[in-house]
Protein backbone atom coordinates (compact mmCIF):
# COMPACT_ATOMS: atom_id res chain seq x y z
CA UNK A 1 0.00 0.00 0.00
CA UNK A 2 1.34 3.14 -0.79
CA UNK A 3 0.70 7.14 0.81
CA UNK A 4 -0.98 9.11 -2.00
CA UNK A 5 -0.88 12.37 -0.63
CA UNK A 6 1.87 13.93 1.42
CA UNK A 7 1.53 16.20 4.48
CA UNK A 8 3.24 19.15 5.94
CA UNK A 9 5.10 18.12 8.67
CA UNK A 10 7.03 20.51 11.06
CA UNK A 11 10.36 19.20 11.63
CA UNK A 12 11.37 21.96 14.43
CA UNK A 13 8.08 20.46 15.95
CA UNK A 14 9.08 17.83 18.73
CA UNK A 15 6.56 15.49 20.39
CA UNK A 16 5.57 17.01 23.63
CA UNK A 17 1.79 15.89 24.95
CA UNK A 18 3.04 12.69 24.59
CA UNK A 19 6.56 12.44 25.80
CA UNK A 20 5.12 10.02 29.06
CA UNK A 21 5.12 6.98 26.52
CA UNK A 22 8.73 7.65 25.02
CA UNK A 23 11.09 7.00 27.83
CA UNK A 24 9.86 3.88 29.56
CA UNK A 25 12.42 1.02 30.06
CA UNK A 26 11.47 -1.73 27.77
CA UNK A 27 8.97 0.12 25.78
CA UNK A 28 5.69 0.80 25.65
CA UNK A 29 2.02 -1.61 24.87
CA UNK A 30 0.24 -0.41 22.06
CA UNK A 31 -3.45 0.49 22.31
CA UNK A 32 -5.83 -1.85 20.30
CA UNK A 33 -9.23 -1.75 18.86
CA UNK A 34 -10.62 -4.68 17.62
CA UNK A 35 -13.60 -4.92 16.13
CA UNK A 36 -15.52 -8.01 15.38
CA UNK A 37 -17.90 -7.89 12.68
CA UNK A 38 -20.95 -10.20 11.76
CA UNK A 39 -19.20 -11.74 8.77
CA UNK A 40 -16.14 -12.95 7.99
CA UNK A 41 -13.29 -9.89 6.95
CA UNK A 42 -12.59 -9.90 2.70
CA UNK A 43 -9.00 -9.30 2.82
CA UNK A 44 -9.21 -7.42 -0.53
CA UNK A 45 -11.77 -5.13 0.83
CA UNK A 46 -10.49 -4.21 3.65
CA UNK A 47 -6.72 -3.25 1.78
CA UNK A 48 -9.01 -1.22 -0.82
CA UNK A 49 -10.71 0.58 2.75
CA UNK A 50 -7.77 1.09 4.87
CA UNK A 51 -5.68 2.88 1.46
CA UNK A 52 -8.75 5.42 0.89
CA UNK A 53 -8.97 5.69 4.62
CA UNK A 54 -4.91 6.58 4.73
CA UNK A 55 -5.77 8.88 2.08
CA UNK A 56 -7.83 11.39 4.36
CA UNK A 57 -5.48 10.41 7.67
CA UNK A 58 -1.98 9.66 6.16
CA UNK A 59 -0.78 11.97 8.88
CA UNK A 60 -1.04 8.79 10.66
CA UNK A 61 1.80 7.18 8.13
CA UNK A 62 4.57 8.29 10.54
CA UNK A 63 7.74 7.31 12.52
CA UNK A 64 9.34 8.77 15.50
CA UNK A 65 12.79 10.02 14.66
CA UNK A 66 15.16 10.68 18.16
CA UNK A 67 17.13 13.24 17.83
CA UNK A 68 19.45 14.44 21.27
CA UNK A 69 17.09 12.62 23.32
CA UNK A 70 13.88 14.64 21.68
CA UNK A 71 11.44 12.27 19.55
CA UNK A 72 10.21 13.59 16.71
CA UNK A 73 7.65 12.14 13.63
CA UNK A 74 8.75 11.94 10.39
CA UNK A 75 6.90 10.79 7.66
CA UNK A 76 6.88 7.10 6.72
CA UNK A 77 6.47 5.88 2.95
CA UNK A 78 7.23 2.19 3.60
CA UNK A 79 3.86 0.31 3.04
CA UNK A 80 1.22 -0.45 5.66
CA UNK A 81 0.94 -4.26 5.28
CA UNK A 82 -2.40 -5.55 6.16
CA UNK A 83 -2.03 -8.88 7.69
CA UNK A 84 -4.33 -12.11 7.84
CA UNK A 85 -3.42 -12.72 11.59
CA UNK A 86 -4.46 -12.42 14.91
CA UNK A 87 -0.81 -11.99 15.88
CA UNK A 88 -0.19 -8.32 17.82
CA UNK A 89 3.21 -6.79 16.47
CA UNK A 90 5.38 -4.34 18.14
CA UNK A 91 5.05 -0.95 17.13
CA UNK A 92 8.15 1.46 15.29
CA UNK A 93 10.02 -1.90 14.57
CA UNK A 94 11.14 -3.72 11.26
CA UNK A 95 7.99 -6.14 11.47
CA UNK A 96 5.89 -2.82 11.10
CA UNK A 97 8.11 -1.32 8.99
CA UNK A 98 8.54 1.34 11.78
CA UNK A 99 5.05 2.63 11.55
CA UNK A 100 3.32 3.65 14.68
CA UNK A 101 -0.31 2.02 13.54
CA UNK A 102 -0.63 -1.54 12.73
CA UNK A 103 -3.49 -3.37 10.88
CA UNK A 104 -4.34 -6.89 10.73
CA UNK A 105 -7.31 -9.16 10.79
CA UNK A 106 -8.30 -12.89 11.64
CA UNK A 107 -11.61 -14.53 10.65
CA UNK A 108 -14.15 -11.86 11.46
CA UNK A 109 -12.00 -9.78 13.28
CA UNK A 110 -9.99 -6.48 12.27
CA UNK A 111 -7.28 -5.21 14.73
CA UNK A 112 -6.19 -1.50 14.76
CA UNK A 113 -2.99 -0.88 16.81
CA UNK A 114 -1.88 2.51 17.78
CA UNK A 115 1.23 4.34 19.75
CA UNK A 116 0.19 6.61 22.82
CA UNK A 117 2.48 8.96 21.52
CA UNK A 118 1.60 9.32 18.10
CA UNK A 119 -2.16 9.81 19.15
CA UNK A 120 -5.07 9.14 22.07
CA UNK A 121 -8.37 7.30 21.37
CA UNK A 122 -9.97 10.42 20.59
CA UNK A 123 -7.48 10.91 17.78
CA UNK A 124 -7.76 7.50 15.86
CA UNK A 125 -11.36 7.52 16.66
CA UNK A 126 -11.53 9.60 13.27
CA UNK A 127 -9.59 6.83 10.92
CA UNK A 128 -11.61 4.14 12.55
CA UNK A 129 -14.78 5.21 11.33
CA UNK A 130 -13.88 6.29 8.21
CA UNK A 131 -12.22 2.87 7.68
CA UNK A 132 -15.40 0.97 8.26
CA UNK A 133 -17.04 3.05 6.21
CA UNK A 134 -15.48 2.33 3.00
CA UNK A 135 -15.02 -1.54 4.44
CA UNK A 136 -18.58 -1.85 4.78
CA UNK A 137 -19.54 -0.09 1.49
CA UNK A 138 -16.80 -2.48 -0.35
CA UNK A 139 -18.37 -5.70 1.67
CA UNK A 140 -21.83 -5.17 1.46
CA UNK A 141 -21.87 -3.12 -1.61
CA UNK A 142 -24.13 -0.62 0.02
CA UNK A 143 -23.68 3.20 0.23
CA UNK A 144 -24.51 3.50 3.87
CA UNK A 145 -26.16 7.15 3.09
CA UNK A 146 -26.84 8.08 6.74
CA UNK A 147 -23.24 7.90 8.04
CA UNK A 148 -21.45 10.64 8.43
CA UNK A 149 -17.42 10.42 8.48
CA UNK A 150 -14.33 12.04 6.87
CA UNK A 151 -13.67 11.06 3.13
CA UNK A 152 -10.70 10.22 1.34
CA UNK A 153 -10.73 13.81 -0.07
CA UNK A 154 -12.36 15.63 2.70
CA UNK A 155 -10.18 18.44 3.95
CA UNK A 156 -7.86 18.57 7.37
CA UNK A 157 -10.04 20.27 10.09
CA UNK A 158 -8.77 23.20 11.82
CA UNK A 159 -5.81 22.42 14.16
CA UNK A 160 -6.33 18.74 12.92
CA UNK A 161 -2.35 18.18 13.03
CA UNK A 162 -2.08 20.93 16.10
CA UNK A 163 0.41 19.73 18.90
CA UNK A 164 -1.28 20.80 22.24
CA UNK A 165 2.54 20.90 23.55
CA UNK A 166 2.83 24.65 21.62
CA UNK A 167 -0.39 25.84 22.75
CA UNK A 168 1.10 29.42 24.82
CA UNK A 169 -1.49 29.17 27.82
CA UNK A 170 -0.64 32.68 30.19
CA UNK A 171 -0.96 31.20 33.73
CA UNK A 172 -4.24 32.75 35.07
CA UNK A 173 -3.55 33.23 38.74
CA UNK A 174 -7.30 34.55 38.76
CA UNK A 175 -8.49 30.96 38.05
CA UNK A 176 -10.44 29.05 40.74
CA UNK A 177 -8.09 25.72 41.86
CA UNK A 178 -10.20 22.28 41.42
CA UNK A 179 -8.87 20.38 44.30
CA UNK A 180 -7.90 17.21 43.52
CA UNK A 181 -7.60 14.29 45.68
CA UNK A 182 -4.80 11.77 44.25
CA UNK A 183 -4.29 9.57 47.27
CA UNK A 184 -6.87 6.84 47.66
CA UNK A 185 -7.51 3.16 48.44
CA UNK A 186 -4.99 1.34 46.28
CA UNK A 187 -6.04 -2.01 45.79
CA UNK A 188 -3.67 -4.29 47.62
CA UNK A 189 -3.62 -6.92 45.45
CA UNK A 190 -1.72 -4.36 42.72
CA UNK A 191 0.23 -2.91 45.60
CA UNK A 192 1.89 -5.71 47.33
CA UNK A 193 2.91 -6.41 43.04
CA UNK A 194 5.53 -3.25 43.02
CA UNK A 195 6.57 -3.28 39.79
CA UNK A 196 4.35 -3.59 36.28
CA UNK A 197 4.09 -6.88 34.99
CA UNK A 198 4.07 -7.63 30.67
CA UNK A 199 0.69 -9.33 30.80
CA UNK A 200 -2.66 -8.33 31.92
CA UNK A 201 -6.15 -9.97 33.08
CA UNK A 202 -8.51 -8.97 30.72
CA UNK A 203 -12.50 -9.21 30.93
CA UNK A 204 -14.39 -7.89 27.77
CA UNK A 205 -18.55 -7.21 28.86
CA UNK A 206 -21.30 -6.03 26.74
CA UNK A 207 -23.90 -3.94 28.54
CA UNK A 208 -27.24 -2.79 26.75
CA UNK A 209 -27.70 0.43 25.85
CA UNK A 210 -30.91 1.43 26.99
CA UNK A 211 -30.71 -0.71 30.44
CA UNK A 212 -27.77 1.58 31.35
CA UNK A 213 -29.22 4.62 30.25
CA UNK A 214 -32.38 4.17 32.19
CA UNK A 215 -30.23 3.64 34.91
CA UNK A 216 -28.21 6.44 34.89
CA UNK A 217 -30.81 8.85 33.92
CA UNK A 218 -32.69 7.44 37.07
CA UNK A 219 -29.91 8.95 39.37
CA UNK A 220 -29.03 12.15 36.97
CA UNK A 221 -25.23 10.75 35.85
CA UNK A 222 -24.08 10.37 32.63
CA UNK A 223 -22.87 6.61 31.04
CA UNK A 224 -19.24 7.35 32.32
CA UNK A 225 -20.24 8.91 36.01
CA UNK A 226 -22.62 6.00 36.87
CA UNK A 227 -19.82 3.33 35.94
CA UNK A 228 -17.52 5.71 37.95
CA UNK A 229 -20.16 5.29 40.35
CA UNK A 230 -21.08 1.89 40.07
CA UNK A 231 -17.37 0.45 40.00
CA UNK A 232 -16.44 2.53 42.57
CA UNK A 233 -19.03 1.23 44.99
CA UNK A 234 -17.82 -3.02 44.19
CA UNK A 235 -14.47 -2.33 45.34
CA UNK A 236 -15.82 -0.52 48.32
CA UNK A 237 -18.21 -3.22 49.07
CA UNK A 238 -14.75 -5.23 49.23
CA UNK A 239 -11.93 -2.71 50.78
CA UNK A 240 -10.15 -4.01 53.52
CA UNK A 241 -12.00 -2.43 56.91
CA UNK A 242 -9.22 -0.81 58.44
CA UNK A 243 -8.44 1.25 54.97
CA UNK A 244 -9.87 4.89 55.30
CA UNK A 245 -8.69 6.22 52.31
CA UNK A 246 -11.74 6.48 49.50
CA UNK A 247 -11.94 5.16 46.59
CA UNK A 248 -10.52 6.97 43.36
CA UNK A 249 -12.18 6.54 40.20
CA UNK A 250 -9.26 8.64 37.64
CA UNK A 251 -12.02 9.59 35.38
CA UNK A 252 -9.72 10.37 31.86
CA UNK A 253 -10.82 13.64 30.66
CA UNK A 254 -10.19 15.25 27.42
CA UNK A 255 -8.36 18.99 27.36
CA UNK A 256 -8.63 20.20 23.65
CA UNK A 257 -12.15 22.02 24.71
CA UNK A 258 -9.86 24.27 26.86
CA UNK A 259 -7.56 25.37 24.23
CA UNK A 260 -9.18 25.75 21.27
CA UNK A 261 -8.22 22.99 19.58
CA UNK A 262 -11.10 20.49 19.20
CA UNK A 263 -9.65 18.70 15.71
CA UNK A 264 -6.53 17.85 17.30
CA UNK A 265 -5.45 14.17 16.63
CA UNK A 266 -2.55 13.94 18.93
CA UNK A 267 -2.59 13.14 22.78
CA UNK A 268 -4.09 15.60 25.27
CA UNK A 269 -5.88 13.89 28.22
CA UNK A 270 -5.72 14.28 31.61
CA UNK A 271 -7.65 12.83 34.60
CA UNK A 272 -9.65 13.83 37.07
CA UNK A 273 -10.11 11.67 40.92
CA UNK A 274 -14.08 11.07 41.56
CA UNK A 275 -13.56 10.02 45.45
CA UNK A 276 -15.83 7.59 46.43
CA UNK A 277 -16.79 7.02 50.71
CA UNK A 278 -18.41 3.76 51.71
CA UNK A 279 -21.74 6.35 52.80
CA UNK A 280 -21.37 7.75 49.38
CA UNK A 281 -23.82 5.02 48.23
CA UNK A 282 -26.69 5.93 50.33
CA UNK A 283 -27.88 8.86 49.05
CA UNK A 284 -26.65 7.92 44.91
CA UNK A 285 -28.25 11.06 43.41
CA UNK A 286 -26.46 13.13 46.28
CA UNK A 287 -23.45 11.73 45.63
CA UNK A 288 -23.94 11.64 41.66
CA UNK A 289 -24.41 15.75 42.10
CA UNK A 290 -21.32 15.85 43.52
CA UNK A 291 -19.84 13.94 40.66
CA UNK A 292 -21.28 15.94 38.43
CA UNK A 293 -20.20 19.41 40.07
CA UNK A 294 -16.55 18.20 40.36
CA UNK A 295 -16.63 17.73 36.43
CA UNK A 296 -18.22 20.77 35.18
CA UNK A 297 -15.71 21.82 37.18
CA UNK A 298 -12.41 20.32 35.72
CA UNK A 299 -14.03 21.17 32.40
CA UNK A 300 -13.79 25.17 32.61
CA UNK A 301 -11.72 26.29 30.23
CA UNK A 302 -9.37 28.25 32.81
CA UNK A 303 -8.26 24.41 34.23
CA UNK A 304 -8.45 22.87 31.34
CA UNK A 305 -6.00 25.32 30.32
CA UNK A 306 -3.53 25.09 33.52
CA UNK A 307 -4.38 21.29 33.51
CA UNK A 308 -2.41 21.29 29.59
CA UNK A 309 0.07 23.67 31.25
CA UNK A 310 1.09 21.14 33.86
CA UNK A 311 2.27 18.64 30.77
CA UNK A 312 4.05 21.28 28.96
CA UNK A 313 5.72 21.75 32.50
CA UNK A 314 7.02 18.00 31.73
CA UNK A 315 8.38 18.55 28.42
CA UNK A 316 9.74 21.86 29.48
CA UNK A 317 11.85 19.86 32.49
CA UNK A 318 13.34 17.48 30.28
CA UNK A 319 14.38 20.12 28.21
CA UNK A 320 16.48 21.05 30.45
CA UNK A 321 18.63 17.59 30.13
CA UNK A 322 20.68 17.16 27.31
CA UNK A 323 20.75 13.48 26.20
CA UNK A 324 18.16 10.24 25.94
CA UNK A 325 19.73 8.56 29.05
CA UNK A 326 19.15 11.30 31.16
CA UNK A 327 15.06 11.94 30.26
CA UNK A 328 14.51 8.20 30.32
CA UNK A 329 15.65 8.17 33.72
CA UNK A 330 13.67 11.60 34.73
CA UNK A 331 10.27 9.64 33.90
CA UNK A 332 11.34 6.09 35.19
CA UNK A 333 8.84 6.93 38.02
CA UNK A 334 5.97 5.72 35.32
CA UNK A 335 7.74 2.53 34.65
CA UNK A 336 5.86 1.51 37.85
CA UNK A 337 3.35 3.75 38.33
CA UNK A 338 -0.12 2.62 40.76
CA UNK A 339 -3.26 4.99 40.31
CA UNK A 340 -5.06 4.93 43.24
CA UNK A 341 -7.83 3.26 42.94
CA UNK A 342 -8.71 2.56 39.29
CA UNK A 343 -8.64 4.29 35.48
CA UNK A 344 -11.48 4.36 33.95
CA UNK A 345 -11.43 6.25 30.16
CA UNK A 346 -14.83 6.44 27.81
CA UNK A 347 -14.08 7.03 24.43
CA UNK A 348 -17.20 7.27 23.33
CA UNK A 349 -19.89 6.72 20.81
CA UNK A 350 -18.84 5.31 17.07
CA UNK A 351 -21.58 6.66 15.41
CA UNK A 352 -21.85 4.52 12.49
CA UNK A 353 -25.54 3.95 11.81
CA UNK A 354 -26.36 1.62 10.03
CA UNK A 355 -22.92 0.39 10.07
CA UNK A 356 -23.31 -0.93 13.44
CA UNK A 357 -26.07 -3.50 12.33
CA UNK A 358 -22.78 -5.33 10.91
CA UNK A 359 -20.95 -5.26 13.67
CA UNK A 360 -21.23 -7.28 16.66
CA UNK A 361 -18.63 -5.77 19.29
CA UNK A 362 -15.99 -3.12 19.65
CA UNK A 363 -13.61 -3.49 22.06
CA UNK A 364 -10.00 -1.08 23.01
CA UNK A 365 -7.71 -2.57 25.26
CA UNK A 366 -3.96 -2.84 26.10
CA UNK A 367 -1.61 -4.62 28.74
CA UNK A 368 0.63 -4.03 31.59
CA UNK A 369 -0.79 -1.07 33.22
CA UNK A 370 -0.18 -1.65 37.12
CA UNK A 371 -3.46 -2.15 38.79
CA UNK A 372 -7.06 -1.65 37.51
CA UNK A 373 -8.29 -0.21 34.38
CA UNK A 374 -11.48 0.02 32.10
CA UNK A 375 -11.87 1.23 28.97
CA UNK A 376 -15.38 1.74 27.23
CA UNK A 377 -16.78 2.17 23.74
CA UNK A 378 -20.24 2.24 22.42
CA UNK A 379 -22.43 1.88 19.60
CA UNK A 380 -26.13 2.65 19.58
CA UNK A 381 -27.56 -0.54 21.09
CA UNK A 382 -24.44 -1.52 23.68
CA UNK A 383 -21.72 -0.35 26.11
CA UNK A 384 -18.68 -2.41 25.56
CA UNK A 385 -16.40 -2.82 28.79
CA UNK A 386 -13.13 -4.66 28.70
CA UNK A 387 -12.02 -4.28 32.50
CA UNK A 388 -7.70 -5.14 32.75
CA UNK A 389 -5.86 -6.45 35.89
CA UNK A 390 -2.87 -6.79 36.74
CA UNK A 391 -3.66 -9.68 39.21
CA UNK A 392 -6.67 -12.42 38.41
CA UNK A 393 -8.51 -11.69 41.54
CA UNK A 394 -12.00 -11.40 40.15
CA UNK A 395 -14.15 -10.20 43.59
CA UNK A 396 -14.34 -6.19 42.27
CA UNK A 397 -15.71 -8.08 38.92
CA UNK A 398 -18.17 -10.09 40.83
CA UNK A 399 -19.35 -7.57 42.61
CA UNK A 400 -19.78 -4.87 40.01
CA UNK A 401 -21.95 -7.92 38.12
CA UNK A 402 -23.89 -8.25 41.12
CA UNK A 403 -24.89 -4.71 41.47
CA UNK A 404 -25.91 -5.07 37.58
CA UNK A 405 -27.94 -7.75 38.56
CA UNK A 406 -30.17 -5.85 41.26
CA UNK A 407 -30.66 -2.77 39.23
CA UNK A 408 -32.34 -5.65 36.26
CA UNK A 409 -29.22 -4.07 33.74
CA UNK A 410 -28.64 -6.31 30.89
CA UNK A 411 -25.26 -7.43 30.07
CA UNK A 412 -23.39 -10.47 28.68
CA UNK A 413 -19.97 -11.23 30.65
CA UNK A 414 -16.83 -12.92 28.82
CA UNK A 415 -14.71 -15.52 30.19
CA UNK A 416 -10.85 -13.37 31.44
CA UNK A 417 -8.32 -14.24 29.33
CA UNK A 418 -4.57 -12.95 29.81
CA UNK A 419 -3.11 -10.71 27.06
CA UNK A 420 0.08 -9.39 26.68
CA UNK A 421 0.42 -6.48 23.75
CA UNK A 422 3.74 -6.21 22.85
CA UNK A 423 6.34 -3.02 23.68
CA UNK A 424 7.20 -1.08 21.18
CA UNK A 425 10.20 -1.04 19.44
CA UNK A 426 10.47 2.89 19.21
CA UNK A 427 13.06 3.57 21.61
CA UNK A 428 16.54 4.52 21.79
CA UNK A 429 18.97 1.24 22.36
CA UNK A 430 20.99 1.76 25.36
CA UNK A 431 24.88 1.89 24.66
Not at 60 to 85: A, C, H, T, V, W
Not at 104 to 113: A, G, L, P, T, Y
Not at 222 to 229: D, I, K, N, V
Request: aromatic share 10%.
Amino acid sequence: MTQTKNIELKQSEKIRTGQSFLYRKDGFESMVIEIKMKDTINQSHLEKAAEKALQRFDYLMQSFKEIDGDFYLIENNKPLIIRKSATLLSLGGQTTNYHLIDLHFWQNKIFISYHHGLCDGRGIMPFVRTLLYYYSTLRYDTLFLDVDVQKADSPYLLHELKEPGFIDIVQNSTAEKVEIIKKGYSLPEAAEQETQSSFSHRTPLKINSQSFLNYSKSIGATPALAFAFLFSKAINKEKLNNQPDAVNCNLIVDLRAGVGIENSFRNCVSSLSLNFEAEDGVNVEKTIQSYRQQLQNYKKQENLQQELKKIQGLSEQLDSLDNYQAKKEALSFFDNLLSDTFILSYIGKINLGAIERKIESIHTYTSGTRGLSIEILATDNDFFIDILQSFDDSKYINQFIENLNQLKIQYQLEETKIINVPKDQCQKVDA
